[in-house]
């Protein structure tokens, strides 16, 4: 994603999950996760259908904001070796176009500490 495209996503994740009009379908979508983490949708026979199905629910839901915005395909072999210490794209900081912090440092766990998710 460019930078502008990545600002646009963040921004929309953003307005899903705090106005009120879809606030309630966010939930919704992030609880059916949560919910289901652990009825066989990590299996192997499950993983991709379950999960294809579920991306295209939430994107269509970001869709409801801003047409524009899609879910990008992540090529992880790209950044296997160290993915969230690659600076070069700016993926992993708290600026607007940033999905926050790595939290690498330790003291957090693992967690995002900062950026437009915290």
Same mark, same amino acid.
């Given at each position: 994603m460019t930078e502008a495209e990545r600002?646009?996503?963040? &921004? +929309?994740?953003r !307005?899903? $999950? +705090? &106005? @009120?009009?879809?606030?309630?379908?966010y !939930? !919704?979508?992030?609880n059916?996760?949560?919910?289901l983490f $652990?009825? #066989?949708?990590?299996?192997?026979d499950q993983f991709l259908p379950w999960h294809r199905w579920y991306l295209l629910r939430y994107e269509n839901l970001l869709r409801q904001v801003d047409c524009r915005?899609?879910?990008a395909y992540w090529d992880w072999s790209l950044f296997s070796m160290s993915p969230w210490n690659n600076t070069s794209d700016r993926?992993?900081? /708290? #600026? /607007?176009s940033g999905l926050g912090g790595n939290g690498s440092?330790? @003291? $957090?766990? #693992?967690?995002?500490?900062?950026?437009p998710f915290y």
């Open positions: 600002t646009r996503y963040v &921004e +929309t994740v !307005r899903v $999950s +705090t &106005e @009120s009009a879809y606030r309630q379908e !939930r !919704r979508i992030i059916m996760h949560q919910r $652990s009825t #066989g949708i990590y299996q192997k915005v899609t879910l993926i992993w900081y /708290p #600026g /607007p440092d330790g @003291s $957090s766990g #693992g967690c995002v500490t900062d950026g």
